[in-house]
């Protein structure tokens, strides 16, 4: 009996870290693709003196947005924190999910994480988002538990995963000032229902509109790296 690939629209990742095969460049690197298709960028910073593997991050651009713009939501952080920041194109203006469900961007992610984790040594796999694509970090990231074991999401609009596997833990911030994706529609209604659901959540709430405050960086980079919640 022959079995089918895993249908995209079901958010599925199938890819896992593995020993790398090759030694990958470092530095600012940008990718034409996994899939051959649209461009992506990573950074690598130099590797650890106790050869430590990387936290991998996937950071997804907001509607209309570029890779750049998405790298830039953690590039600051990433030589300090040891991070490989993997920041995908969406396949239009946003990312499929928005436009009616999972799809093409799915397969074009699970594509650069192979080719990553044929290049480096990974121990550890992050998906994070600013608005639309914190959004597409939600809802992919709680779909995909058993290989994503956290999510960042600066200003989300919703989480909508067609299915849930595992439990990743969570980082939710939004500006109490937000007018494109306004706070109380959107973080402070689902943020309480995923805690009801048994996710662990940390969520912060700052002065401001649309925005990715510098002091709402560090929080989530301390939180992603220490582990540490309230």
């Known amino acids: 009996m022959s079995t089918s690939a895993p249908d995209p629209r079901h958010g599925l990742l199938t890819t896992r870290p593995h020993p790398p095969v090759l030694s990958g460049p470092t530095g600012l690197v940008p990718l034409p693709g996994g899939d051959g298709g649209r461009p992506a960028m990573t950074y690598v910073p130099e590797p650890a003196a106790d050869g ?5 991050v996937v950071l997804l651009h907001g509607a209309g947005g570029s890779a750049r713009q998405g790298l830039d939501l953690l590039l600051p952080v990433a030589d ?37 984790f044929d290049g480096y040594p990974v121990r550890d796999v992050t998906l994070g988002g600013f608005s639309d694509g914190a959004s597409y970090a939600l809802s992919l990231g709680l779909a995909n538990g058993g290989l994503v074991d956290a999510v960042l999401a600066f200003s989300p609009g919703f989480a909508a995963p067609p299915v849930t596997r595992g439990r990743p833990r969570i980082f939710v911030s939004h500006g109490v000032d937000d007018r494109v994706l306004p706070i109380d529609v959107c973080s402070r209604r689902f943020v309480p229902h995923l805690r009801g659901l048994g996710y662990d959540v ?21 939180w992603l790296t220490g582990g540490g919640a309230r």
């Open 52 to 56: 430590a593997a990387y936290r991998l």
């Open 202 to 222: 940390t969520y912060e709430e700052f002065p401001g509109g649309h925005d990715v405050p510098a002091p709402i960086r560090a929080s989530a980079t301390e």
């Open 80 to 116: 300090a924190h040891h991070l490989l920041l993997v920041a995908p194109q969406s396949s239009a203006a946003s990312w499929d999910l928005i436009a009616g469900g999972f799809g093409v961007d799915v397969q074009h992610i699970d594509a650069l994480l192979a080719s990553a």
